[in-house]
Every structure is written in structure tokens, then in C-alpha cells.
Nanobody
């Protein structure tokens, strides 16, 4: 098992940048593909980005492509989400997720482990 703890969410203005972090417990972090999802009030959980075990492959939702970057540091058991050019529509709770598989997807139920979420609010 792996436990995930997100941090870095806060209130920012449109156009600002923000980096989210997700710290994982355990010594097998590099056996998990990782992803970020987000959920706004009254909306379904939405895929944001995913990264392979090694960090060599990534995938992004069209809505964030070119603005967000997912990365990981396996030595620090941490995955990051760098968010640039933030927009009010990026406002949501952001969740880190892990799956013990070599491949990753944008389907939330394929991820077995989740953090508690961190709130990002972007004001206009």
C-alpha cells in the first residue's frame, strides 16, 4: 500500500503559477504510476495529468496541456504538478492518485490509492 499527502494548494490570481506536491509513503514509490485529478463543486472528478513509474511518459487533459507539467522525484517519493497561467476554471480540489501498474490512464477508478486533496482557488 501507499499513502499520499498533497500540499501546495491556495488562493491565487488568474495568470499566476502554483506547484502542488504529493508525498508518498513507503519504499516502493517507483512501482506506482501516478496521476492528478481535480473536482470542482457539483462536478465529476476530472483527469488532469499522469506520469509513468520512471517519469519517462506523461499524459495531460486537453484543458491543461501546455500550461501544466507533471513530474516526479522517485528519490524523494514525491510527484509534482506545476501549474502555470492559471484560470478561474482551474478552481477545484486537486487529488493525487497512484496505481501499481506499468501503464496509466485518465480513468479515476483505475487508481487504487488517493490522497485527501488540496484546494486550489483561482480568482479572476
Amino acid at each position: 500500500q501507499v499513502q499520499l499527502v498533497e500540499s501546495g494548494g491556495r488562493l491565487v490570481q488568474a495568470g499566476d503559477s502554483l506547484r502542488l506536491s504529493c508525498a508518498a509513503s513507503g519504499r516502493t514509490f517507483n512501482t506506482y504510476a501516478m496521476a492528478w485529478f481535480r473536482q470542482a463543486p457539483a462536478r465529476e472528478r476530472e483527469f488532469v495529468a499522469a506520469i509513468s513509474r520512471s517519469g519517462g511518459s506523461t499524459s495531460y487533459a486537453d484543458s491543461v496541456k501546455g500550461r501544466f507539467t507533471i513530474s516526479r522525484d522517485n528519490a524523494k517519493n514525491t510527484v509534482y504538478l506545476q501549474m502555470n497561467s492559471l484560470k478561474p476554471e482551474d478552481t477545484a480540489a486537486y487529488y493525487c492518485a497512484a496505481t501499481p501498474t506499468a501503464s496509466f490512464s485518465g480513468i479515476y477508478y483505475s487508481y487504487a490509492y488517493w490522497g485527501q486533496g488540496t484546494q486550489v482557488t483561482v480568482s479572476a
